[in-house]
């Protein structure tokens, strides 16, 4: 639901190629939304067959044809429909790098805390690239603003870890 929901709401802005599509979303949400680029075409191609896009063909200078695809009036009402059961229903958050925190103390300690480390040097650099990002009109920025949020909260219980691991030492 989500991705689709996304591919439509693109779309519903203006109409795009597929190749468009994955760079405006790696360029500006990648920190946000997991879409592989294999998966955006099959979606399109499933959305296409559903009725809620339209491919059409576009060829500029000497470059292949490509696929430039725009929403449907039954797209319009299937992202309406998403938008709204996405914006009313609570979502957790899920951490899947928590199932490793839940086995630290099977590490020598020293181990743990290294690891520790190098995750918070990864998230460092994610956090960093996420305050990068171009400011964007409307709710676009608050996207990235919660992830922003989200990330900072956990850099933050990442220190705390480390540091409680480091005073046990």
């Not at 693109?10 to 500006?28: K, V």
């Not at 309406?80 to 839940?102: C, H, K, V, Y």
């Not at 400011?135 to 705390?160: F, N, P, Y």
């Amino acid at each position: 639901m989500e991705r689709e929901l996304l591919l439509l709401g693109l779309l519903q802005q203006q109409e795009m190629h597929g190749y468009q599509l994955h760079e405006f979303i790696d360029s500006y949400m990648q920190t946000c939304v997991d879409l592989k680029k294999s998966t955006a075409y099959y979606l399109l191609e499933k959305m296409a067959k559903d009725g809620f896009i339209t491919p059409s063909e576009e060829r500029e200078g000497n470059r292949p044809t490509r696929q430039v695809y725009s929403l449907t009036p039954a797209g319009e009402t299937r992202f309406l429909e998403l938008l709204r059961e996405n914006l009313s229903t609570f979502l957790p958050a899920l951490f899947p790098g928590d199932t490793g925190i839940t086995f630290l103390d099977k590490l020598p300690q020293s181990e743990a805390i290294a690891l520790l480390q190098a995750r918070r040097e990864a998230l460092a650099t994610e956090l960093d690239r996420a305050e990068k990002a171009p400011v964007h009109t409307g709710s676009l920025q608050l996207m990235i603003e919660h992830q922003i949020v989200h990330l900072r909260s956990e850099l933050d219980w990442l220190d705390h870890v480390i540091n409680h691991l480091t005073e046990q030492a």
